[in-house]
């Protein structure tokens, strides 16, 4: 296919505003091949279990659609921040965005951050008001503040005169008048195919080629996707990694060419300048390497990601009930599974720590991180995971500055004054407030990194469940000084073995459980959490003393409340810094650091 009759774009938008499942629809638009099967549930991009469970984008993925003699190569895109340097990669690979705004929610975070991304690489917008079918939409409001965000970004002309295109993606329709509805998708691809240009390469040139995405097969070996910038490639050709400051890295034969078609890859022969495709055959070049004929000595320019603001340490597990459930336990298999992730994700950094046990890993946010532990487990590892902890870094005159993020808070308005106080209370400041259909209201904050840990689980408890909150990376400034952490203790294990139900009733009026009789249990294990702020020792496997004397119904009737059941997430943001979370294929438990209550209160000391 000639480069004139090739599209590339990128589906960018906040998360849950609809991207993968427009992508679902535009599919339908194309030729058979690129059809989904009629029995298929939707979200077809959306391939590993997280995704589907979650309803998010993880990953970045590429499809093609063929329609009208073009080749459209489309990227969809994580919407979450903490994925941000997937959005970050795949803009070097396009020559243009779908910016997707929700009718009803407008402008969010997300929305800032990935149209930032694409104007600095100079891309062509098209903007989709999307969702509106929803009976709150308000498209006129909503496309004044895309335009806006627009002008407040710098964009030239150009990228100002960008088209706007109405759609329900849930429903199968687009449109470039919103008052005429319409009965399929095709204005989407009939404006791609006019409003963004061509890729630029020359096929006479020699072979060039950025790697975007990595990934692994157990068959193939390592599978570089990205897309080629001039000349071309044929299977068997010999060619050379370079890395962005010219040095070779690899070099070999490229054994398999594949591109999609659809959401399927299809193996080809050749490709040419402009393609996105996905190679085989080298065993060291990865994501911002050149992969380039061996007269290319110039690397490609790749943007630099944006660095990790949050940072746990991953070491092994070493409570007493350790490989009961998992696996995968040494330190060698956790390190080997963190290089393999550092290696595909480029925004994930791990670094060893004194302990040769334990491995500090960084990336963007909880959630990010949260993943890769939640995936780890799946795959039978067992570990424990500190409290995330905010990075650092110093200005030029060696001040401390700390990452801040932009923060926008709907809630209904008798939850206002609660959630503005509580975030005051995590050195947050409140830029603005604004009403929304429904008596509820937005409230956008800028907040230290460090005071947004643990603040959503704070929020839907203070708000009932109804409060809904969405961050961005907003930048540097200096440091906010101290922040309060939890304000309760919790309650600690003196003694192992499993818990009774006379234990555990009568420790419910000390606070909140969270665990269920007949659990095992260890000394230094959390399981709850106390009504006042001091930690508290209890005995949870302590039985009832028996006698002769036995009436009638007398044991009969413990009922217990049922316990605070934490998720991954919750856990990791609930603990402070003296705890861990047990991580294991079944269980997620709580623990102090220190399990030996003498050794607890020596390292207290220490550090007052």
Known sequence: MSIDKIRNVAIIAHVDHGKTTLVDQLLKEGNPQS?????????LLDSNDLEKERGITILAKCTSIDWQGIQFNIVDTPGHADFGGEVERIM??????????????????????????????????????????????????????????????????????????YASAKNGWATLDADKKTEDMSVILETIKTKIPSPTGDVNKPFSFLVTTIDSNPYLGRVLTGRIYDGSVTVNKSVRAIDLNGKVIDQGRITKIFEMRGIQPVHIEE????????????????????????????????????????????????????????????????????????????????????????????????????????????????????????????????????????VKIDVDEDYVGAVVENLGLRKGELQDMSPLDGNRTRLTFLCPARGLIGFRSELLTQTRGTGVMHKSFSGFAPYKG?????????????????????????????????????????????????????????????????????????????????????????????????ELVEVTPTKIRLRKKYLDPNLRKRQAKKTD
């Open 92 to 165: 070097t690979m396009v020559d243009g965005v779908l910016l997707l705004v929700d009718a009803a929610e407008g402008v969010m975070p997300q929305t800032k951050f990935v149209l930032t991304k694409a104007l600095e690489q100079n891309l062509k917008p098209i903007v989709v008001i999307n969702k509106m079918d929803r009976p709150d939409g308000r498209p006129n409001e909503v496309i004044d503040e895309v335009l806006e965000l627009f002008m407040n970004l710098n964009a030239d002309d150009e990228q100002l005169d960008f088209p706007v295109i």
């Open 482 to 578: 101290p922040i309060e952490g939890r304000r309760n203790g919790v309650l600690i294990s003196n003694s192992p073995g499993k818990t009774t139900a006379y234990a555990l009733f009568n420790l419910e009026d000390r606070g909140i459980l969270f665990i269920d009789p007949s659990e095992d249990v260890y000394e230094g294990m959390i399981i709850g959490e106390h009504s006042r702020d001091n930690d508290l020792d209890v005995n949870p496997i302590k039985g009832k003393k028996l006698t002769n004397v036995r009436a009638s119904g007398k044991d009969e009737g413990i009922r217990l409340t049922p316990p605070r059941r934490l998720t991954l997430e919750q856990a990791l943001s609930y603990i402070e810094d003296d």
């Open 271 to 406: 490709a040419k300048a402009g393609q996105i495709v996905s190679l085989t055959g080298l065993t060291v070049a990865t994501v911002a390497n050149t992969i380039a004929d061996p007269l290319v000595e110039k690397p490609l320019a790749s943007k630099g990601i944006d660095p990790p603001t949050i940072a746990m340490t991953f070491s092994i597990n070493d409570s007493p009930l350790v490989g009961r459930e998992g696996k995968k336990l040494t330190s060698r298999m956790i390190r080997d599974r963190l290089m393999q992730e550092k290696e595909k994700n480029i925004s994930i950094q791990v670094n060893e720590t004194e302990n040769k046990d334990a491995y500090q890993v960084s990336g963007r946010g909880e959630l990010q991180l949260g993943i890769l532990i939640e995936t780890m487990r799946r795959e039978g590892f067992e570990l424990s995971v500190s409290r995330p902890r905010v990075l650092f870094q110093t200005d030029e005159a060696g001040n401390k500055i700390e990452p801040i993020e932009e």
């Open 35 to 43: 059809r989904a099967s009629d029995d298929d549930a939707g979200r």
